[in-house]
Structures are given as structure tokens and as C-alpha cells.
T-cell receptor, first 110, second 113 residues
Framework: RKEVEQDPGPFNVPEGATVAFNCTYS??????FFWYRQDCRKEPKLLMS???SGNEDGRFTAQLNRASQYISLLIRDSKLSDSATYLC???????????FGTGTRLKVLA | NAGVTQTPKFQVLKTGQSMTLQCAQD?????MYWYRQDPGMGLRLIYY???????DKGEVPNGYNVSRLNKREFSLRLESAAPSQTSVYFC????????????FGNGTRLTVT
């Protein structure tokens, strides 16, 4: 089983829609989690860290469910500019090796 | 503030040729990383360096060598390029504090024919 698994999509949603992605992980000792955004042919950029209590940044909300070993990203009021690939990232406890998922592709349609 | 700078941006090599990918960061970060990204595979760690003078293998180190000569620079060398090394290479850095995120360079697109 892969350490991090994501639905590759694409998720095609209309502007203004709410969309959610999940990311499951296999290592229960994973310590830290992030969501990154990657535009086509560009470098990944940090979107937000994921905290145990859940956290929100504008239209974006991240949640962590340790019992079921998944993290989620919710995007409200989708914009055309949200079209990108969203990468789930975790750090297993006791290491500084960042493990990346293969990404979920989002297309927001006008 | 340049952040993480990678050179070159693009490179085409013939099988068996060698080259060095350069990476430099100006954020005073301790740790530096080299990843490769292939379609459907996600980012895979090649090598990382926790501090100046130290390096460790990642998930896919075969065919690569690295050098961390100082805090700013972390280079990746392909001694004898193979078509399987055709990929996009990203350098990244982070500060050693808590669970700090990685900061990436713009990437190097390498094609080996």
C-alpha cells in the first residue's frame, strides 16, 4: 500500500462550487501534514499546514482525522484560479522526509 | 528575496553524458532536498541534507550523487545519464524548526536521449 494515496481526478466543478478532496495515509505515526498546490509545469507551493483541530484560511479548510488516517481539503466558492493539482504531504514521526501524494487535479469551469 | 534558485531550467543530455544541477537558497535554511517528479509517480526524494557537510539517501538515489559544500548550495550530479533519468528535478529547503514546510525552486526539466 502506498504511504499516501489521493484520487487523481480530475474534479471538474463550476465556478462558485464547493469541492473537497481526501488523502489517506498508511503510517499511523505520521506527525505533520500539509497541502501544497502545483500549477502546470511549476513548482509546488505551500497552500496550508493541517492541524489536528482543523484550520481555515479564507475559502480553504483543512481537516485531519487520525482515527481514520486521512486529511481533507475543502474549497468553498471555487474560482477559476483554483484550477491546479493539490498535493497531500506528510512527515512520518522521527524523520524529516516529506512524503508526497501523486496529487488531485482540480478544474474550475466558467 | 530569491528563495530557492535552480539552474539550469532546461537541459537535454545524451545517454552517458554527465551534468550537475545547481541549487542555492538564500533563506539561511539548514535542510535541503532533491526530488524528481514523474507523471503518475508524484515527487520522490533522491537525496537530502540536514546540514552543511551531511547528506543522506532518499527513496531513489541510484545514479545520482550530491554535494553540500556550504549552507547555501546543494548540487545534484548525474555521472552517466540514462533515459530513465528524464524527469523534472526540484530542489527544496526548509528551516529546522518544528514542522516547517518545504520551499521549492522552479525546477529543472531534464531530457536524456
Amino acid at each position: 500500500r502506498k504511504e499516501v494515496e489521493q484520487d487523481p481526478g480530475p474534479f471538474n466543478v463550476p465556478e462558485g462550487a464547493t469541492v473537497a478532496f481526501n488523502c489517506t495515509y498508511s503510517n499511523s505515526a505520521s506527525q505533520s501534514f500539509f497541502w501544497y498546490r502545483q500549477d502546470c509545469r511549476k513548482e509546488p507551493k505551500l497552500l496550508m499546514s493541517v492541524y489536528s483541530s482543523g484550520n481555515e484560511d479564507g475559502r480553504f479548510t483543512a481537516q485531519l482525522n487520525r482515527a481514520s488516517q486521512y486529511i481533507s481539503l475543502l474549497i468553498r466558492d471555487s474560482k477559476l484560479s483554483d484550477s491546479a493539482t493539490y498535493l497531500c504531504v506528510l512527515i512520518p514521526s522521527g524523520t524529516y522526509k516529506y512524503i508526497f501524494g501523486t496529487g488531485t487535479r482540480l478544474k474550475v469551469l466558467a | 528575496n530569491a528563495g530557492v534558485t535552480q539552474t539550469p531550467k532546461f537541459q537535454v543530455l545524451k545517454t552517458g553524458q554527465s551534468m550537475t544541477l545547481q541549487c542555492a537558497q538564500d533563506m539561511n535554511h539548514n535542510s535541503m532536498y532533491w526530488y524528481r517528479q514523474d507523471p503518475g509517480m508524484g515527487l520522490r526524494l533522491i537525496y537530502y541534507s540536514a546540514s552543511e557537510g551531511t547528506t543522506d539517501k532518499g527513496e531513489v538515489p541510484n545514479g545520482y550523487n550530491v554535494s553540500r559544500l556550504n549552507k547555501r548550495e546543494f548540487s545534484l550530479r548525474l555521472e552517466s545519464a540514462a533515459p530513465s533519468q528524464t524527469s523534472v528535478y526540484f530542489c527544496a529547503s526548509r528551516i529546522e524548526r518544528g514542522n516547517s514546510p518545504l520551499h521549492f525552486g522552479n525546477g529543472t526539466r531534464l531530457t536524456v536521449t
